[in-house]
């Protein structure tokens, strides 16, 4: 398999269970993990890269059309990451015991992973 599709894998897999992790924690919501923090639909985009990795010749990278849909769907999924972000953090701005959770740094880390995939997915050649 090429390395391009093992690290879009990992990537997906990272980015999955992201969102079980908890995003937010404070008195009055307690802990809301990713699901319940509506980070979900960042998979959205993913599935679409991950068809893109598991068909096809999966000894070479991508083609040139699939690799730059596959770029362009997990460079989405790290947008919406990103907006989600912004999200926790204004709704933990000024309350003293609100904080951030784990979930939200490990969803960005596991579509960042599925962007370097999907670029490496244009060396045709595994070595």
Known sequence: MHRSRIVVLIGILITGVAVLLPFTRSP??????GIDGAAWPALLPLAIVLLIAVVGDRVEGNRLIPGII????????VVFTVVKIN?????????????????????????VIVVAGSLLGFTRRVG
Do not use: K, Y
């Open 28 to 33: 009055a919501a307690g802990t809301v993990n």
């Open 70 to 77: 596959s770029t362009i769907f997990s460079c989405l999924a």
């Open 87 to 111: 999200d926790g953090l204004l709704s933990v701005r000024g309350t003293e015991e609100a904080s951030m959770g784990i979930g939200p740094w490990v969803l960005l880390a596991g579509t």
